[in-house]
Structures are given as C-alpha cells and as structure tokens.
C-alpha cells in the first residue's frame, strides 16, 4: 500500500575542482561580482550542514519578483552563495558567514531550457569551476528539487518586503519493501531486524548526485522516527543510496530539550566508501 510522506529540500552540489568552467550553457565568467550589482533577495540556513545562503536576483529578475509575478520573464537570473556559518567569536551567539561553499546559477530561457520548464541550472565551486559529477545528473537534480514549487515558477526564493503565503510541503510517496529486494551493498547496511523497510518513491531516484542524498536525510529522518521504521531513498540505477533507522525502539534520547529517538544514517559517497552517523531526531508535538 502507499503513503505519502513529507519531505522539503533545495538543491545542493559538493565543491571540488576541476578545468571547466562553463555548465549548461552558463559561463562562470559572465556573472563574476553578480554579489555587488544585484539585489539579495533573501536569505536560506540550512541546519543539517550549517550552511548560509544569500540569493540575489539581476534586475529582470528583482522586478518580477516584486510585482509578484506568477511566471518570470526570458533573462531572469537568480544567483546563490553559500558559505559555511561558524560563530563569531566576539558574538559567541551568532553565526556569520565564513568560507564560501558553493555558488549557484538559475537562468529563464524558455527555448533554451525547456527540458525543465524554461530554467537553466549551473553549479560551480567558490573559484567557479564545475564539479566532477555528471552535468546531466547535476542539472536533472536541480531540476526535480525544484518542481516542488510550481506555483511560483520553480523558484523557491521570495522578496524581503513581500508578503507571501508559504508553499505547501511537497508529498513524496513511500512503499513498504522487503530488505531482501534491495541491492547487495545498500542490504548489508540494514540490521536484520528490520525486515521490511519504507522506501520513498520520486522522480528524484531517476537523477541523483551528492547533494540530493544530503539534503534527503533530514525528511528521511522525520519519517523514520514517526513510523519507527527503516526508510531508504535509492536511485534508479540502484548506486546511490541514502538510509535512516531507529538504533533503539526502547531509549529515548533529549534533541536540544525535546524528546526524541535515536537514529542512524547511512549515505553513499561519491568514491565508493559510506557515510554512517548517529543522531538524536526530536518526536513531533
């Protein structure tokens, strides 16, 4: 039987280095210092990774999203920084920006790109060159994470100083499946005593890169603490993988003052090796 489940996440590549500097017809080099002549439009945290995103828009782009436009016009550009948030030492309860990240590019050109819906997605490391995954893989991930908001042209990002109302969460389909079903190296990541395992079914599976296991976890952790079950993200080509379990059904643990339940991930990198983690996820009031 399916369910649904609710998951929200934004797309998201690993910097590395390598010769190219141009990705799906976007040059690095056009939009050097776009940080200093654009508007920013908002601002994004992410709490798993502890990164600091500042979005900002080139005037084509600043207009429409004033004016609340429903679809944005050819040579609109949204453009991201993302930096890693360290404390600041002489504020020791803030967090500031620190190293730059990553920097990503959202380009309207409804001929050009119009494999996904009229936006064109570049992704390139903090000195603007493009990371050694797959380009197509990159670009479909980005294109999927951002088919979760439709209603406001694919563009997650809104104004400062306009009043919107918040997306709804996307729903993502989950089925149970047996642990014997599931590929050699992902199966022998499962304990045993999880028989059966929930796994999420998206148009996400068909092109996955780091980032989309990365940005899973959190909506994959929410979903096994409440059902107490294994839940496993798999790509179709049954290589990348992201899982999260309960370690412990009977223990209860404290996330920053809320009752929760302990959990482990699991995640598949790039060279082959796992990522494994445990963590506290707080039960929802």
């Not at 603007?128 to 479909?140: A, L, M, S, T």
Request: proline content about 5%; overall charge positive; charged content about 25%.
């Amino acid at each position: 039987m399916i369910k649904r489940a609710t998951l929200l996440i934004a797309c998201l590549v690993l910097p590395a280095s390598t010769l190219a500097t141009e990705m799906n017809g976007i040059r690095y080099a056009d939009y050097v210092g776009f940080e200093t002549k654009w508007k920013l439009v908002t601002t994004r945290y992410r709490t798993d990774n502890r990164e600091l995103r500042f979005v900002y828009a080139n005037p084509i782009a600043a207009k429409a999203i004033e004016a609340g436009a429903k679809v944005y016009p050819k040579g609109a550009v949204f453009a991201k920084i993302a930096y890693l948030a360290q404390p600041d030492p002489a504020f020791e309860s803030s967090l500031g920006p620190s190293q730059t990240r990553r920097i990503q590019l959202m380009v309207k050109d409804p001929q050009k790109y119009k494999e996904h819906r009229g936006w064109g997605y570049a992704l390139f490391t903090h000195d603007g060159k493009v990371n050694p995954e797959p380009e197509k893989d990159q670009v479909n991930a980005c294109s999927a994470c951002h088919d979760l908001v439709p209603e406001r042209d694919y563009v997650f990002s809104q104004s400062f100083n306009r009043h919107t109302a918040p997306a709804q969460l996307f729903q993502f389909d989950h089925v149970e499946v047996e642990r014997s079903i599931l590929p050699a190296e992902l199966r022998g990541q499962v304990p045993e005593t999880f028989s059966k395992l929930l796994m999420i079914k998206s148009q996400l599976t068909k092109s996955v890169f780091q980032g989309t296991l990365d940005e899973l976890k959190p909506g994959l952790a929410r979903l096994a603490a409440t059902e107490k079950k294994a839940v496993v993200f798999l790509s179709d080509d049954k290589k990348k993988f992201s899982l999260v379990f309960p370690e412990d059904l009977t223990t209860d643990c404290d996330d920053e003052g809320a009752k929760g339940i302990s959990l482990v991930s699991v995640t598949s990198l790039l060279d082959g090796r796992v990522n494994k983690a445990q963590f506290c996820q707080a039960l929802a009031r």
